[in-house]
């Protein structure tokens, strides 16, 4: 059963520092992997999705990569802002395409 | 373009009462699917749709039942609601490619009393 890991849970840095978020997960035969963004009380939007046959995608200040062969994939926020802060949630795709297996995400707070 | 939209957004019900969530799409997706996010359990999936008329269960599909009767929507039921349905329950659709992003409902925050 694929399971996926979020580490670390909660995360507080200041302003303009740059960071990176952790995903790891245990079955490499994967479709896909999404990472989202969560805000409190709201639905989830999509950041960066990586083809199973890709290494990495960038959009703006992020840039995910994905290593199917030892399970992982980070997400690489630069210059954080105060409007970075919430819950960022990894999603591996099954081999079928027909699920998307959750981290339990992490929760990051950008002080200004 | 609305993309994913779900019907109602809060609801409260007593235990043993029965509702249906619907979700819509305009997207031409299709693949649907039904997701419940609890406090220390992350997202899991309810039930999936891969097209219209076709459904199939996901991790937790007890006390749920689905139909996919068009295309564009996708029904979540609950029969006898129970408070361990409390959650927040999120509908996605998506193209059926590894290289299509699944999109997301703004999520429907039930309560069972």
């Known amino acids: 059963k694929q399971e996926v890991t979020q580490i670390p849970a909660a995360l507080s840095v200041p302003e303009g520092e740059n960071l990176v978020l952790n995903c790891s997960f245990t079955?490499?035969?994967?479709?896909?992997l999404q990472w989202f963004r969560q805000d409190p009380g709201k639905g989830l939007t999509s950041l960066l999705l990586?083809?199973?046959?890709?290494r990495e995608q960038t959009s703006g200040r992020l840039n995910a990569s994905l290593d199917k062969s030892s399970g992982r994939s980070t997400l690489y926020i630069a210059a954080s802002q105060p409007g970075d802060s919430a819950t960022y949630l990894c999603?591996?795709?099954?081999?079928?395409?027909?699920?998307?297996?959750f981290g339990k995400g992490t929760t990051l707070s950008v002080s200004s | 373009n609305a993309g994913v939209t779900q019907t109602p957004k809060f609801r409260v019900l007593k235990t043993g009462q029965s509702m249906t969530l619907l979700c819509a799409q305009d997207?031409?997706?299709?693949?649907m699917y039904w997701y419940r996010q609890d406090p220390g359990m992350g997202l899991r999936l309810i039930h999936y749709?891969?097209?219209?008329?076709?459904?199939a269960k996901g991790e937790v599909p007890d006390g749920y039942n689905v139909s996919r009767l068009k295309k564009q929507n996708f029904l979540l039921g609950l029969e006898s609601a129970a408070p361990s349905q409390t959650s927040v329950y999120f509908c996605?659709?998506?193209?059926?490619?590894?290289?299509?992003?699944?999109?997301f409902g703004q999520g429907t925050r039930l309560t069972v009393v």
């Open positions: 079955d490499s035969a994967i479709y896909n």
């Open positions: 990586i083809q199973s046959s890709q």
């Open positions: 996605a659709s998506s193209y059926p490619s590894g290289a299509a992003e699944a999109f």
């Open positions: 749709s891969v097209g219209e008329g076709t459904t």
């Open positions: 999603a591996v795709g099954n081999q079928a395409g027909t699920a998307l297996i």
């Open positions: 997207m031409n997706h299709e693949y």
